[in-house]
């Protein structure tokens, strides 16, 4: 598969991420036939955290995988912390706790990416910055970053933090692409023109930060998937039609979709069924053309102004 550099580190990744959400939804030997499918098809980046599964996920995973030296140079591990039952934690000691145990479950001694889940109102940074300086200097994380973050939040962290936040991952679909949709109205007077997020996006290029889209297939918060939907009559047509074009699949184009944006996205995909994560992998040797990919955004019910 195609690579990339995750945001301003040396760190060489698949565009395409392997998200282990669901993989607790599968037996044993599924799962183990679906991470030697993900391997097989060049994506040997594994989304993790520690609350998927109430971290069973990433034991299932080490189980599948056959955890050991030898299969760990081979692949990337990245994982979240930060949430807990009725809060959020970015205390020194729940991520340092956090991190331990994480790396317990996966069976390995460090993680490639640790990312902090969601965030936490009373964070105090100068701990985060303690926490990642031991973490770092244990030799337990080798690269840090932040999930649904804005620009702010971020700059906030990266004042006491000496690391670069490499990644961020964020909620983003050809529905739900509101992060894109204030940059193209800017001045106007409509819905889209609101700025909901800092202008997240415009942020994360200019810092070298590797936007990571979850649930890529989504409309709404986790409503359900665009594709294939009666919500979407115009939208999917115009994907068939594409997607009849290129000879792929719409699972295909709708991850193409994310990776023609120059941003240079790393979109994490959630689902365990194998030949949609090979169509979701494919999408890694389809350039869309900047009129296709117009057409989709206008589908999905984008007016430009």
């Known amino acids: 598969m195609r690579t990339m550099k995750l945001g301003s580190s040396n760190l060489e990744v698949p565009v395409v991420a392997v998200g282990c959400m669901r993989i607790n939804s599968l037996e044993p030997v599924e799962a183990e036939t679906f991470v030697q499918t993900a391997l097989e098809q060049g994506a040997n980046f594994f989304d993790h955290a520690d609350i998927y599964g109430g971290g ?22 990245q994982s979240k912390c930060g949430i807990r039952p009725g809060m959020f934690d970015f205390s020194k000691n729940h991520i340092l706790d956090s991190v331990d145990q994480i790396l317990k479950r996966l069976r390995t001694e460090y993680l490639d990416v640790l990312l902090l889940h969601r ?71 409509n819905e889209a023109a609101v700025n909901r997020d800092g202008s997240i996006l415009d942020f994360c290029r200019l810092n070298d930060i590797t936007i990571q889209p ?68 494919r999408a890694a040797d389809v350039t869309l053309s900047r009129p296709e990919w117009y057409e989709i955004y206008r589908a999905a019910g984008n007016v430009l102004p």
């Open 119 to 189: 965030p936490d109102t009373l964070v105090e940074p100068e701990e985060v910055a303690e926490a990642f300086d031991i973490l770092e200097q244990s030799g337990k994380v080798r690269h840090f970053g932040v999930s649904n973050q804005n620009p702010m939040q971020i700059q906030l962290l990266q004042k006491f933090v000496k690391q670069p936040l490499v990644a961020n991952q964020l909620q983003l679909s050809i529905t739900n692409t509101t992060m894109m949709d204030s940059g193209m109205n800017v001045n106007m007077e």
């Open 56 to 77: 069973k996920c990433e034991e299932i995973f080490a189980d599948a995988i056959h955890m050991n030296d030898d299969i760990r140079e081979k692949i990337i591990l």
């Open 214 to 281: 979850w649930s890529p297939f989504q409309y709404g918060f986790f409503e359900g998937v665009f594709l294939g939907s009666d919500k979407f009559p115009e939208l999917n047509a115009k994907i068939d039609e594409i997607a009849e074009k290129y000879n792929v699949s719409s699972t295909t184009i709708a991850i193409a979709w994310l990776l023609r944006h120059p941003a240079g996205m790393q979109p994490v995909v959630g689902t365990m069924n194998l030949e949609r994560l090979k169509d979701c992998c």
